[in-house]
Nanobody
Framework: QVQLVESGGGLVQAGGSLRLSCAAS????????MGWYRQAPGKQREFVAT???????NYTDSVKGRFTISRDNAKNTVYLQMNSLKPEDTAVYYC?????????WGQGTQVTVSS
């Protein structure tokens, strides 16, 4: 069973930065893509960013230019660098890993941005 462990969340003022990490229990080469999603209170979980095994990235419009997703294959870790944070970025952030047959979720990490 693949385990994904997120870390790096916390409380930050608007305009600040955080870097989230998602450490996988096995090689991330086996995943077709890995991504970040978020869920704010009372809202559905939404897509934030994804990176493929080949390194292609995609972002939701609201974070383009502010967030950067990257991967370190040697450390089996995916990162989400979040800059210029806004109160509306407040949510639980989840890591997702996708194979051709199934997908896996981490337990989530809370990000709170104060105004």
């Amino acid at each position: 069973q693949v385990q994904l462990v997120e870390s790096g969340g916390g409380l930050v003022q608007a305009g600040g930065s955080l870097r989230l990490s998602c450490a996988a229990s096995e090689s991330i080469f086996r995943f077709a893509s890995m991504g970040w999603y978020r869920q704010a209170p009372g809202k559905q979980r939404e897509f934030v960013a994804t990176i493929t095994a080949g390194g292609s990235t995609n972002y939701t419009d609201s974070v383009k230019g502010r967030f950067t997703i990257s991967r370190d294959n040697a450390k089996n870790t995916v990162y989400l660098q979040m800059n210029s944070l806004k109160p509306e970025d407040t949510a639980v952030y989840y890591c997702k890993a996708v194979t051709p047959f199934r997908y896996y979720w981490g337990q989530g990490t809370q990000v709170t941005v104060s105004s």
